[in-house]
């Protein structure tokens, strides 16, 4: 993974993580990630973009969040 989509999950989750009060300067942190990430690559859509990073985030929260595997008793 690319340490540039890597902070944008970063800055991502967050945003999700964040009280009401800490959540506009996380989004505004995000946004500006996003603007410079934007205006580095001229093909690159904002939109898709952000669906991917959503994406990511999502699959790296499952992958975060799954059980441990227990050993079968004996």
């Known amino acids: 993974m ?18 009401n ?21 001229a093909h690159l859509d904002r939109e898709r973009l952000k669906r991917a990073v959503h994406h990511a985030h999502r699959r790296r929260q499952r992958a975060h969040d799954k059980p441990t595997t227990l050993p079968p008793k004996a």
């Not at 690319?2 to 009280?19: C, F, G, Q």
């Not at 009060?21 to 690559?41: G, I, N, P, Y």
């Open 2 to 19: 690319s340490p540039e989509l890597e902070e944008l999950i970063r800055a991502y989750d967050a945003v999700t993580l964040a009280d």
């Open 21 to 41: 009060e800490q959540a506009s300067e996380a989004w505004k942190a995000f946004e500006a990630l996003m603007d410079a990430a934007v205006a580095r690559r």
